[in-house]
């Protein structure tokens, strides 16, 4: 029998359908029976869950500092002042025959983020430190700094962290110049102080900077609580660049004209220089968050979490090794952590926290990445199996209102022993700059749900979704 080459191909497309046919649950398992596997879902393993608080931290290395005051109904009070050192603008700087201040500003650059209720109302009071912050070799959150109570500067009103402003620059012979800057907030100050201090201060105050600063120290920032209105918020001031100082703008005789010139000069207040230092404090009193605080041994339906040396959660899987156990050796196809926030508790000015770390404590209790997020660095080797910031997840869905994390290989490794679980916690963290210490370069906070063995619908919720496969 003769085949067309027609006949031969509609012959081999035939056969190659029939194949195709099988049924798709059995293919790959006839190779050796005797390793049949099958995958499934687990979504109930049980997760506790405690809000703690947080541990004082360093501030002075902070890429952006807080300051403010925010009313939550749910978090009680947050406050945070700043101790600054103002510096030079250069060593030997001099302000010429009989200096006269004309006016003085506090230009403080703002950092990116507000967090709060921007309607409100803020009176902010500037004072001078008593301390030489070049001097000290510890700026915890918790510590107060001693300032004279003289108000030296003072701006209330609203504020606009994200507007450009525009300034003046003055030029010595020239017309001046307007030009736009960045986002600042800007405060006057006594100009008889600063005539006093600055202006007239004597050559060797102004010889070295280590000279001025122990002389004249600097300046502590705070929110006068009496005389602002509203829900408050907090605000971050950038630190790390230029544009943050004492301007100064005053007149002077011309050595040659014996006219008088006006000028104007930088003092620098800049993290390069010499330290900035954050106070943090909180008040949680008569707040649900205080009530947990007190019963660290209650579950409760929802749990908190809070920046700037606020609260982290304390999380474990009690029976994950039971559940190990019972169903035998598997492999974990993809173990995600699903965490719901609260219904309601993400109203403005209270939003929730834009995204959430998770990390874990060693035989030493210090925090270490969990594998899924532990890429090597100059200090670290890393686990080849992390995953890259979007795929591990943690960001916050402000659709679904949840966070998720990818902890596949956590998980593994808890199951077959390979890591003990010392402590698992979840904290907020900058949107892009993660960080598993205690963070005072954010300030949005989130409630979040806790676990429940049967859970109905509308229910917030912590749960592990484990998909497996078993290994007979």
Known sequence: MKFSKL??????ISLFL???CENTSTIGLEVDPSSAIQGSLVDSITITSRTIQESDIETST????????????????????????????????????????D?????????????????????IDVRQLKTDLSKETSFLSNKDWPYFNPIIGNKTGKLYPTTKYKVTDIV??????????????????????????????????????????????GLHLQINKTSSTGKGGIMFFDFAGTNSAVVLYYKNQNATTGLKDTTSVNFPIETVSNPIAATIKHNYSSTPVATQLSNPTVQYPVTYLQPLVGLRNKIAFPYLNKFAANIGKIVVNKAELVIDISTGSDVIPYGAAPRLALYRYDIAEQRQNVPDNNSATQYNSGDPRSLSPTVFGGY?????????????????DLLNGKTTDYGTFLAVTPTNEYQIYPSISAAARSVIGSFKKTPVAGDNLMKLNIYYTKIN
Request: charged share 10%.
């Open 172 to 217: 010595v012979g020239k017309a001046d110049t307007l030009r736009t800057v960045t986002p600042q907030l800007r405060i006057p100050l006594d100009k008889n102080f600063i005539q006093a201090n600055i202006a007239e201060a004597n050559a060797t105050d102004l010889k070295y900077n280590s000279n001025f600063t122990g002389y004249f120290g």
């Open 7 to 12: 006949d031969l191909l509609t012959l081999l």
């Open 62 to 101: 902070a890429t952006r500092h807080p300051f403010g005051y925010l009313i939550d109904p749910t978090f009680g009070t947050t406050e945070s002042s700043l101790a600054m050192t103002v510096n030079l603008p250069v060593n030997a700087y001099s302000f010429g025959n009989t200096p006269t201040i």
């Open 396 to 412: 916050y869905n402000s659709v679904t209102k949840q966070y998720v994390f990818v902890v596949t290989s956590y998980i593994q």
């Open 18 to 20: 029939f194949a195709s």
């Open 103 to 123: 006016s003085a500003i506090l230009v403080l650059n703002y950092g990116g983020e507000f967090y709060g209720d921007s309607t409100s109302t803020y009176s």
